[in-house]
């Protein structure tokens, strides 16, 4: 069953590409650029990747990003993730991008986007794969950082497919940027954020009434909710679930103990993604694999997953019938490849 974990094709709609950064590829471009990185070694910097919380992760990940300077950088950086996603069967990734992370050391939102936007365009070419952007907010930053942000982005309307909200949650509400993602409406983007993953459920019900989220990312803490439990399900509003991520910041403390198979039992449009996988130990397929095997999933909810992916995304209708065609065709031959295995052994 593991094995058809990880060779479901799949989309990917959580996933931040600062998050992608190997220590191999870090060390790589400070070298190019000139900067000193704060560890010895990339053994070192791997070491580190032990986290108490998110935001003990956050700190290094801002620190691990400083190194990103140039459009090279930053279509090296994304080219590196998608040829990572091919070899894991994901055929379409909706990516987020952190802008005032870079802008406020300096590098402008035009390196930024141009970088990724190139890497997305080659990914289609040399990998087949479709990808959308999506911009993300700091939450932790002002509602004017952020407005001053989405000005930036504006010009860029047709690289971008969302805005979302992303870092530090608690103490920092949904409600905060209610005009940011009015305006971005406006402008013809959807929305998402993150909610539910450290903060309580009532921040999922701002990021869905306030914000008015076409999918939640995280969302794993709304089953302390009964109403909010009964309203995802009747909407099929889908969450963006990220087991190895949810781990790795005490979300969980064990694989074992996640809510994604009961997610999957209530009827919940679940969907798995690796969030940060530089970080948190697993690309998509790893995050497939890991939950099959803790949560012992069945293969029927390994096909719901996948499917789920590509329901969930912001595909038009003629690509999401594509996509889940190939689905499909990936389960019948499996099925095909079992049969051929119990006649073997008979």
Known sequence: MEKLAGTLPKAELHLHIEGTFEPELIFSIAERNKIKVPFASVEALRAAYEFQDLQS???????????LRTEEDFYDLALAYFE?????NVLHAE????????????????VVIEGLSKAVSESKKKFGITSKLIMCFLRDQSAESAMETLESALKYGDRIVAVGLDSAEVGNPPQKFKDVFDRARANGWLTVAHAGEEGPPEYVWEALKILKVSRVDHGVRSLEDADLTRHLIEEQMALTVCPLSNVRLKVFSHLK???????????IRATINSDDPAYFGGYVSDNFRAAQNALELSQEELENLARNSFHASFLTDAERAKYLSMVDDAVKHWHGLNRQDCCQHD
């Open 57 to 67: 992760f956050l700190d290094l990940y801002y620190a691990g990003m400083n190194v």
């Open 95 to 110: 990516i987020f991008f952190d802008p005032q992370a870079h802008t406020a050391r300096g590098i402008s939102f035009d």
């Open 84 to 88: 990572k996603a091919h070899a894991q």
């Open 257 to 267: 103990q996640h809510n994604l198979k009961k997610m999957l039992e209530l009827g």
